[in-house]
């Protein structure tokens, strides 16, 4: 193994040790010193990148039977890069609880308030929902009564049923016959009925 390449190695370990400290210490600060923080972070990456370009050319150089442990090592600072870099986007973006609750003004009632604000938002919704579906029941009924002699829209729709549906005003007379005619049977019936029985 060449000892241009374990010298990278070592260098490797300690960037990225000195990366991972400034990382931590990125969303605890504020203003121009999380700036200046974030730019040496980034020069520290750009250094790592660099040694890493460095590692794959030794890499490239080293006799075939060692070149196999190598390439596994370069895998695995690869990875590690990899991560370092998601690390840094996150705690870019990333506050302290510290922090957070200055800029936010934060008190430990506010997450009461919060919560009360939820549950009375919760009640709200589910009075509107209820009375919303009374809304939409009331609409089914009102089309239902009023398509009363007319085919269902299924029927409307389906072409087997296209013309044996009696609608108009024949239907609505002979339906109100019928029903007046079925009444004068009942009533009839009724009257017999009680004239046996006295």
């Not at 996150?90 to 003004?105: F, K, M, P, Q, T």
């Not at 389906?158 to 005619?181: A, E, H, Q, V, W």
Request: proline content about 4%.
């Amino acid at each position: 193994m060449s000892s241009d390449f374990e010298g990278y190695e070592q260098d490797f370990a300690v960037l990225t040790a000195e990366i991972t400290g400034r990382i931590g210490k990125v969303p605890k600060l504020l203003g121009d010193e999380k700036k200046q923080m974030v730019a040496n972070v980034e020069k520290q990456l750009e250094e790592a990148r660099e040694l890493l370009e460095q590692m794959e050319l030794e890499v490239r150089e080293i006799p075939p039977q060692s070149r196999g442990m190598c390439s596994s090592r370069m895998r695995s600072y690869k990875q590690e890069m990899g991560k370092l870099e998601a690390d840094f986007k996150r705690s870019r973006i990333a506050y302290s609880d510290e922090v957070r609750n200055e800029l936010l003004g934060d008190d430990g009632n506010s997450s009461e308030n919060q919560r009360a604000h939820l549950l009375d938002n919760t009640e709200r919704l589910e009075r509107s929902s209820r009375r919303l579906e009374a809304g939409y029941q009331i609409a089914v009924e009102t089309d239902w009564t009023g398509n009363v002699g007319k085919p269902e829209p299924r029927q409307r729709e389906d072409p087997t049923f296209s013309g044996k549906g009696i609608s108009g005003p024949d239907f609505c007379l002979r339906t109100l016959s019928d029903l007046n005619s079925g009444n004068l049977r009942i009533t009839t019936l009724s009257s017999d009925f009680t004239f046996q029985v006295c």
